[in-house]
């Protein structure tokens, strides 16, 4: 059964930085690429990013483009995103995502909360 | 970047009618060298992530029910559940997958009437 768990979440303040994880099983990470997506409170989902599977090839929405860094290890089996400064705006839940294109299984999603 | 604009933003449809979800992109999602749209849909249920029912704008996504259909190409596309059922109320959004970033339309909201 493919299983995608987003850990790292939580409350931090304006300007800081958070790194969230997502560990993947049931499926051959190495083979596939992977997405972040958010949707703040109420609101519609957000593309945030794209690794190609060796990590060679990044997106990224132009809104965190130069503040959030997308990253993968294989052998760990765990996609990450790096956010620095955060911004009030950022402030969503986090879901990471499985494929090339269109995604087909996701997680659950964390909540990420930036406030002072 | 492609913008995906969704109609309508809210839908009630009784149980066992239609109910049509349409999508339309800023610039064509159709690639020309294989002929296929990029484009999915996807169901979202409250407090939920995101299910995929359709991709390549009309295949059905596996274990999906065949009352879901998807059709459309170029900037022109729909979401159809041809017999509304309870557990069919959701938001539904489209996504283009056909550049990055790979935008979502706003959502469309479907309720019971």
């Known amino acids: 059964e493919v299983q995608l768990v987003e850990s790292g979440g939580g409350l931090v303040q304006p300007g800081g930085s958070l790194r969230l994880s997502c560990a993947a099983s049931g499926f051959t990470f190495s083979t596939y690429w992977m997405h972040w997506v958010r949707q703040a409170p109420g609101k519609g989902l957000v593309w945030v990013s794209r690794?190609?599977?060796?990590?060679?090839?990044?997106s990224y929405a132009d809104s965190v483009k130069g503040r959030f860094t997308i990253s993968r290890d294989n052998a760990k089996n765990t996609l990450y995103l790096q956010m620095n400064s955060l911004r009030a705006e950022d402030t969503a839940v986090y879901f990471c995502?499985?494929?090339?294109?269109?995604?087909?299984?996701w997680g659950q999603g964390i909540l990420v909360t930036v406030s002072s | 970047d492609i913008v995906m604009t969704q109609s309508p933003d809210s839908l009630a449809v009784s149980l066992g009618e239609r109910a049509t979800i349409n999508c339309k992109s800023s610039q064509s999602v159709l690639y020309s060298s294989n002929n296929k749209n990029y484009l999915g849909w996807y169901q979202q249920k409250p407090g939920q992530p995101p299910k995929l029912l359709i991709y390549?704008?009309?295949i059905r996504e596996s274990g999906v029910p065949d009352r879901f259909s998807g059709s459309g190409s170029g900037t022109d596309f729909t979401l159809t559940i041809s017999s509304l059922q309870a557990e069919d109320v959701a938001v539904y959004y489209c996504?283009?997958?056909?550049?990055?970033?790979?935008?979502f339309g706003q959502g469309t909201k479907l309720e019971i009437k």
């Open positions: 996504q283009q997958y056909y550049s990055t970033p790979f935008t």
């Open positions: 390549w704008a009309s």
């Open positions: 690794i190609k599977t060796d990590g060679s090839s990044t």
């Open positions: 995502a499985r494929g090339t294109l269109v995604t087909d299984y």
